[in-house]
């Protein structure tokens, strides 16, 4: 339950941060990225190509990742 929370914290977050810029990257908190669900879940969104990644923990939602979360 904790990680789904976080989870979509993450994904509040992203999502703002398009909105107010979609080229502006977020760096996801260190414990949050060591979480080895958090990776999975990131690396499902980035192979889906809703989320595109500068390096390690430093993140952005695409357009289509921001129409998919926008519609959920």
């Known amino acids: ?14 999502t703002h941060s398009y ?9 996801v908190p260190k414990p949050v990225l060591d979480s080895s669900l958090m990776r999975l879940a990131m690396a499902e969104l980035r192979n889906d190509g809703y ?13 289509r990742g921001y129409e998919k979360l926008r519609k959920n």
């Open 19 to 27: 909105e107010e810029d979609p080229f502006q990257y977020v760096t």
């Open 1 to 14: 339950m904790y990680q789904e929370m976080v989870q979509s914290e993450i994904l509040v977050t992203l």
């Open 51 to 63: 989320l595109e990644e500068q390096v390690r923990g430093v993140v952005r939602l695409t357009p």
